[in-house]
Structure formats: structure tokens, C-alpha cells
């Protein structure tokens, strides 16, 4: 940590000093973008998008500490009716099996 | 027997049985890290499909909606799970609290509180429920309910009326008059205990066995068909088993309870069919449903087919009446948090929440599932027991859409009581059958 030393403004820097943008910071809205709100860096397809928003939709119960395809499974086994396309997406294996929170939390 | 030829030798009589316990059976569960939110969606979904047929036709014209879709002052009907906070209620944050003040030193055995206020939750929000209607000391966390009632300018959701699941439906009693025929329920029998009276046990399992009394009371035992011992068969010095490493002689010691309870039960096995179940002082896992006890225990016992080892809740059919049951854990987990007249009331409200133990597992361990809540009961029983309770208490309710009537039974513990259960299978009355070993001095 920098020593207060007289000028506060000094101390509390008013932009960022760091002016190398990263990868990603052409495709955000702006270079003083605070890092936790960009996404990890990792390239996700329209496919993983339309898993993901599988794994948030709240009809099909928490996501966390379940694969895709058990919650899947659970969902028809309940009688909700799960999107055949998810099924078809998890079953060609090209997908990651594990929910979005996998790792994370 | 052999010896009496003229007189024909009492057989005993036979019953059909069947077991329903595969759905308390853990051996096909895989635990992949899930967490407890997954039971309480498989159990707010299997139960909220139940209550939405039945608000059809409880509030026909009362629009449905969800916890977020509550709009001030309109009357609608809302399903979701009960949460009740409360303030004494052990919190492991506790100790993180700055204010030790709040916390009290002595730790009370029900954890009630005027202060305790319900909330019903769903996947969409939660909703704090105010009104007289709804008394916090009946209800407990994980009940599944709909309300009646609208939502107030607080904020709270001011209820005018409740439903409960109700009973389930219920299968035919068999009603041919036939013979008597009894089942004999017992528990908390804690042999190896110095609580226990081995003398009192023994004269247990004579009786039954029919070892015991002239040719009247033989052939009163004779129509014993089945046995249940309802958990806590073992009790195991407490000292011995908290964490230490063990010297070879204690070694020895901590199997002395199981080695007597397989001499026992060998005797038991060897006249009728007997159904252990394990209970919360049993070698057996902690969280429900408790997984029946493993063979091994028993070397002699076992080896009969008459023996058979069950899960806990345990629930079979027996010519046709069906039963449920449990070691206790469940009742006991209730009393805890909630407050009802005796122990029979705290049965009825589980089978009219259709839910063996609702307190899983906020407060009660069990089992994480992911797809299913086995505790749901889908159909009724005839006879209902929990066993390990203070004394032997019995009463039959008829309730339910259906008329559905269920004899409940508090089974005492032997060790304490001297006192078994017997249930007569011709109408499902009940005696209690006690033992006592008082010497005149």
C-alpha cells in the first residue's frame, strides 16, 4: 500500500494506471470496466450459452453440484418437460458436462 | 413337543409379509458433491403438484401464484416450503457473534420462542406470514403447505386459510373376520447398557417364544405371527466410543452388547419372523433413512430367513394391513421445535403433512438426494409406530378425504418400561404386554 503522504486525491487513484486492455476489452463497453464483472476469459459457443441458460432456469431446481445430464434426467423424470435440444447438445459429448458453477463455487 | 402325542402340539400361526423398504435403501444413491437444496426441490416439486390438484377444488375461483407474483391486497392462493426461524435454535454463527449476550448458556431441550415466525419460501422468493391463522409452535421448517390469504402493506403475507397435504390415500383393510393374530412391536431393549435388565429381556423373548407358562399361555403365544424391534437394541458404554484409541480389553467390551443382542435374538429367530431396525444409538449410519443393520453383527441370527434386517423408517405389509414405522428420530426432532399435547399428536400432523419427517434436513440428518424425497408418504398406513419414546401411548384417527383410519402407537423403551406393544391384525387393537422382575423381599 502507497504511504498517505499529503495529497489524498493522490491516493485514491481516479482511473486506471494500467492502460493495457485485455483481450476481451473490445468486445466490453469500456476500458475502466471493473474486472470482476468481465467474463473469465474463457470462449464460450452459442451451444454452452444455451447450457447455461439451462442450468439457470429456476423450473428445473439449483444447477450446483449436479451434472447437466442428471439434471436433465431429473427434469423428465419429475414430468417438466426439459428442451429435447439440451439433450441432444449433452449427449454428443462435445459439451462440458458439468454446470456453470462447476469449480467455482 | 415330541412327547405329547395324544394332545395335538401348538403350531404357530403363519402370516403373509411383505417389505417396502426399497425406497429407504441408499445402496443405488451415487454422491457427487451435491447439496440439501436439491431434496428440498425434488420435495417441494413432488408436493406442490399434489397441492395444486387439490387447491382446484379447495379454492376454486382464488388465482394461483407464486411468492414474487404477489400483488398488495389481492387474495390469492401461494405453495411453498414452510421455514419457520427461531431464535433459540442452535446457529453455528454463534460463535462468531459479538454479542455473546444473546446466545444462553444453558442449552434448552425445545428451542420454542414467542418470537419464532413462519416464511414460506419457493424457487421464486421468500414471503414472511403473518396473521393469527397460522400458529408458529405447530409448524416446523420443511413442511410443504398452500395458503390462502393476501399479501399486506408490511409486506407480510397475512394468511385466512391453510392446506395441508392431508392423508394419502389408503389401501383396503382386509375385513374377513379371521383369527386373532398378533405382531408384537418393541424398542429400545439397549442390551449391554447398565439400564438394561437382562432378566426382564429374557422373559420377553420365553414369552414370546413360547418358552414360557402352561398350555393357555403357550397357546396365547402361539398366535404371536411377527416381531419388530423399532431400534436401539444395542447400547454401547458411552465412554468407549468417543474418539480414542481403545486398549485390546475395551476392544472386547464394545462387542460384548452385540455378541448378547445375537444369543438373543437367535432365540427370538428361531420360533418367529423378527425385523430389527436400527435406531440412533445402534452401530448403524447417523443420517436417515438409517441403513439396516449389517449381517455381520449378527453370525447366529442371521443365518435364520426368518431374520430379517431393516431400514429405518421401515415400513412392510403384513397379510395385507400395511405398516410404517420408525426408531424415533423423527418425532423426537419435532418435539424439539415444535409443541403438541403428547407424542401421538406429533405422528398425526406427519401423516396429515404426508411427510415421515419434514425437519430433514434442516435439523435431522439425512441423506442428500438429488431426484426424490423418500420420506413422502405415498400411501397410508393402517398402523403407524415410532418406537424409543417415554411411555406406551395408543389411539386411532380417522381423517382424510377417503376416511382414512390409522392406529398410532408410541412404543416405550423396554430398558426403561418393561413394556412391549401388541396389535391384534383381526381390528388393530392394541395392549401393552409388560414384564417386570420384582423380587418380594
Known amino acids: 500500500m502507497a504511504s498517505v503522504s499529503g495529497n489524498m486525491k493522490g491516493f485514491y487513484r481516479q482511473k486506471k494506471s494500467n492502460t493495457k486492455s485485455s483481450k476481451k476489452a473490445s468486445a466490453k463497453s469500456g476500458a475502466a470496466q471493473p474486472t470482476a464483472l468481465v467474463s473469465h476469459g474463457d470462449d464460450y459457443s452459442a451451444c454452452e450459452a444455451m447450457l447455461r441458460q439451462f442450468d439457470m432456469n429456476m423450473a428445473y431446481g439449483p444447477c450446483a453440484g449436479m451434472t447437466r445430464t442428471a439434471r436433465w434426467e431429473r427434469a423428465q423424470k419429475l414430468g417438466l418437460n426439459p428442451p429435447q435440444e439440451i439433450e441432444k447438445l449433452l449427449k454428443s459429448g462435445k459439451v462440458q458436462n458439468e454446470s456453470l458453477w462447476d469449480g467455482r463455487i | ?441
Not at chain 2, 402370516?15 to 458433491?33: N, W
Open chain 2, 1 to 441: 413337543m415330541g412327547m405329547d402325542s395324544e394332545k395335538n402340539s401348538l403350531c404357530r400361526l403363519q402370516c403373509s409379509y411383505a417389505s417396502l423398504d426399497e425406497v429407504f435403501e441408499i445402496g443405488k444413491e451415487t454422491y457427487r458433491g451435491q447439496q440439501y437444496s436439491q431434496i428440498y426441490f425434488a420435495r417441494l416439486h413432488l408436493m406442490r403438484t399434489l397441492l395444486y390438484s387439490l387447491v382446484s377444488q379447495w379454492k376454486p375461483q382464488t388465482p394461483v401464484c407464486t411468492v414474487l407474483g404477489l400483488e398488495q391486497g389481492k387474495e390469492c392462493v401461494i405453495v411453498g416450503t414452510l421455514y419457520k426461524h427461531m431464535k433459540l435454535k442452535p446457529c453455528i454463527l454463534d460463535e462468531y457473534s459479538k454479542e455473546r449476550s444473546a446466545v444462553p448458556l444453558v442449552r434448552p431441550h425445545n428451542f420454542m420462542h414467542d418470537d419464532d415466525y413462519l416464511v414460506l419460501e419457493d424457487e421464486s422468493g421468500r414471503v414472511k406470514l403473518g396473521g393469527d391463522l397460522i400458529s408458529p409452535s405447530v409448524f416446523v421448517t420443511g413442511i410443504v403447505v398452500a395458503l390462502h390469504g393476501k399479501e399486506t402493506g408490511a409486506g407480510d403475507f397475512s394468511v385466512l386459510e391453510v392446506l395441508e397435504a392431508g392423508l394419502p390415500p389408503q389401501i383396503e383393510f382386509p375385513l374377513k373376520s379371521r383369527e386373532d393374530k398378533y405382531i408384537v412391536l418393541v424398542s429400545g431393549l439397549n442390551v449391554g447398557s447398565s439400564d438394561s435388565n437382562p432378566l426382564q429381556l429374557q422373559l420377553f423373548i420365553d414369552h414370546i417364544t413360547g418358552h414360557l407358562g402352561d398350555e393357555k399361555e403357550q397357546s396365547i403365544a402361539s398366535q404371536i405371527v411377527h416381531v419388530v424391534i423399532a431400534g436401539n437394541s444395542i447400547g454401547i458404554p458411552r465412554g468407549l466410543v468417543n474418539g480414542q484409541n481403545l486398549a485390546s480389553k475395551d476392544l472386547s467390551r464394545i462387542a460384548e452388547p452385540i455378541k448378547e443382542l445375537d444369543i438373543l435374538l437367535n432365540q427370538i429367530a428361531a420360533g418367529l419372523p423378527l425385523d430389527i431396525m436400527p435406531g440412533p444409538n445402534d452401530p448403524a449410519n447417523f443420517s436417515l433413512p438409517q441403513q439396516p443393520l449389517h449381517r455381520c453383527l449378527f453370525p447366529g441370527s442371521a443365518a435364520y430367513n426368518t431374520f430379517r434386517s431393516c431400514t429405518n423408517p421401515h415400513s412392510f405389509e403384513i397379510d395385507n394391513i400395511r405398516f410404517l414405522g420408525t426408531s424415533g428420530q423423527n418425532v423426537d426432532d419435532l418435539e424439539k421445535y415444535s409443541d403438541a399435547k403428547d407424542k401421538l399428536e406429533f405422528m398425526e400432523r406427519t401423516l396429515r403433512w404426508r411427510h415421515i419427517a419434514p425437519t430433514a434436513p434442516n435439523t435431522l440428518g439425512c441423506y442428500p438426494y438429488t431426484d426424490s424425497d423418500p420420506f413422502f408418504i405415498e400411501s397410508c398406513p393402517h398402523v403407524y409406530f415410532v418406537g424409543n419414546q417415554n411411555k406406551y401411548e395408543s389411539r386411532v384417527i380417522k381423517a382424510g378425504s377417503e376416511g382414512q383410519f390409522v392406529r398410532l402407537i408410541s412404543v416405550p423403551k423396554f430398558s426403561e418400561s418393561g413394556v412391549a406393544v401388541v396389535v391384534n391384525l383381526r381390528d388393530l387393537e392394541c395392549h401393552a404386554l409388560s414384564f417386570g422382575t420384582q423380587f418380594s423381599s
